[in-house]
């Protein structure tokens, strides 16, 4: 039987419009998201997007696709230079540079993946160092100065924009306002100073530093994500994602970069998040109103709860972090998690006949649709999530009235668990093993007393196996202990 697959849309940046998602490869996608850059621990906001991302990947993937994430990691960048170079004296060798470097971004890498286990965020399939791409990123740049798109200057090489039409095409940017001919060095600036930017930097003193063509230097950042996203996914990407404010420059670049080299569309989809804000403010570390994961799980704060706050809001919103937000997630995952414990168990004698307007099987049907329409529009968390509390109230009291037949109650089950895929917070939390120690427990005694010793040998090993110990009474009962 072939899987069903279903039809997912996301709003595209580049078409301004909510576009069914069509791989290149049948049932393929290809997915590159920009990682973080590691010179500190990553804030909540930074997470947001991270969750925003999970949850993309995480939806394709139960809806019948196999998603091939690559996700970067920037270990060379301004920043990172700043916060690593301090320490080294004047006359520091590159390697001492490159160590300090290397010391800074290997420490706050494994800060990093232990945050997205923390959250339960599924682990890229490639997750590249941008210091391991470094002749694949020179190569580009010399690919680009072929075409004429990039010149250089004092030692360093600049993307020539009025080489490229379409340069703008992403952040909607008007040519007019273009100062083609100037250039920045600088990874990030703003919007209003649209101009040549730098895909490759000349070494000044104090940085560590690669050999190049164009002698000792570093790549730009942009450059960095072109070169690990063509040579990892290929000539041709399905979606591409960041935070909103990396549609311009870096995607913008990114674009220029990559089209201008292939001579064709790279990536078809460009999905942005939106920002998590602290009154009013994006949160960001320069802004210093900001929150690690650590600093809310110290305060006691369950990650699940924080993944669910995040996730049941809707990513292309402004989202605005508060402690209520996260009390109301916990209640939320609060009554899915009762619900799905009251379907695990049995259904209780009813208080009496009571016609739902659709049998439970049919609205379980109608609810699934609706949970996957809305999804398939634009990841529309807060609509699915309302179908699925809708559900839970229905068959809470049509369960009240007559229970759900053990079939019906395996149904529902599953559609939870499918739910579950994406939003990784309500997990079936496997049986209590007390519970299951006595039923195995009063297995044996039955088997004894049928004097059917196979089987009652059976169940001993069975215990035994789950590391139980047992201590056969004078009384004849039987008592238990963990081995
Ligand atoms: P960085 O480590 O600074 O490169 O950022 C990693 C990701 O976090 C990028 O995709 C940013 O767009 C995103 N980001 C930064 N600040 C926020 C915020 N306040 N809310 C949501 N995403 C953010
Ligand atoms: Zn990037």
Redesign the pocket.
């Known amino acids: 039987m072939t899987k069903l697959r279903r039809t997912l849309s996301l709003f595209n940046t580049l078409t301004r419009q909510v576009e069914p998602v069509v791989p290149v490869l049948e049932g393929q996608v290809s997915f590159y998201t920009?990682?973080?850059?590691v010179y500190n621990y990553?804030?909540i906001?930074?997470l947001?997007?991270?969750l925003f991302q999970d949850l993309l990947k995480r939806t394709f993937r139960a809806g019948g696709y196999e998603v091939r994430h690559c996700m970067n990691i920037?270990d060379v960048e301004d920043k990172i230079i700043r916060d690593s170079q301090g320490g080294l004296p004047e006359e520091a060798s590159n390697a001492d540079r490159h160590a300090a470097m290397r010391a800074l971004t290997e420490r706050f890498t494994a800060v990093f993946l232990e945050d997205l286990q923390t959250l339960g965020i599924q682990p890229a399939d490639h997750l590249p160092r941008a210091t391991a791409y470094i002749p694949q990123m020179i190569q580009l740049v010399q690919d680009l100065a072929a075409k004429n798109l990039a010149y250089v200057r004092d030692g360093s090489v600049y993307y020539r924009i009025s080489g490229l039409p379409a340069y703008g095409c992403l952040a909607h940017l008007d040519r007019e306002g273009m100062q083609a001919g100037s250039s920045v060095d600088a990874d990030e600036y703003e919007r209003d100073s649209v101009t040549d930017f730098v895909l490759w930097k000349a070494a000044k003193p104090g940085e560590p530093w690669w050999d190049s063509p164009w002698g000792p230097g570093r790549p730009g950042w942009h450059i960095e994500c072109s070169a690990m996203g063509m040579e990892l996914l290929g000539d041709r990407v399905d979606i591409h994602s960041?935070?909103?404010?990396?549609i311009f420059p870096h995607h913008e670049n990114e674009i220029a970069q990559s089209d201008g080299c292939l001579g064709h569309q790279w990536v078809n989809h460009w999905v942005h998040?939106?920002?998590?804000?602290v009154e009013g403010q994006?949160?960001?570390k320069s802004a210093g109103n900001f929150f690690t994961l650590r600093d809310l799980v110290e305060k006691g704060v369950d990650p699940v709860a924080l993944r669910y706050a995040i996730q049941s809001n809707h990513y292309r919103k402004v989202l605005n972090f508060s402690f209520e937000g996260l009390r109301a997630a916990e209640n939320s995952l609060k009554r899915i998690r009762a619900f799905r414990k009251r379907m695990e168990g049995e259904g209780q004698a009813g208080g009496g006949p009571w016609k739902e307007a659709l049998a439970p099987e049919q609205r379980l049907a109608q609810a699934r649709d609706r949970f996957w329409a809305a999804m398939g529009d634009d990841l529309n968390t807060p609509e699915a999530l309302a179908e699925l509390f809708t559900l839970i109230s229905d068959l809470n009291a049509q369960d009240d009235h007559v229970a759900l037949t053990r079939e019906e109650r395996d149904a529902v089950l599953t559609f939870l668990d499918e739910a579950d895929a994406i939003f990784a917070a309500w997990p079936h939390e496997g049986t209590n093993l007390d519970a299951e120690v006595e039923a195995l427990i009063e297995a044996r005694r039955a088997a004894k007393a049928a004097k059917n010793w196979p089987e009652a040998d059976r169940v001993r090993d069975a215990l035994k196996a789950l590391g139980i110990v047992l201590e056969d009474r004078k009384d004849g009962t039987t008592g238990w202990r963990r081995g």
């Not at 998040?273 to 804000?277: A, H, K, R, S």
């Open positions: 920009c990682g973080p850059t990553a804030h906001g930074n947001r997007t991270f920037t960041g935070g909103v404010d990396l998040g939106e920002f998590l804000m994006k949160m960001a």
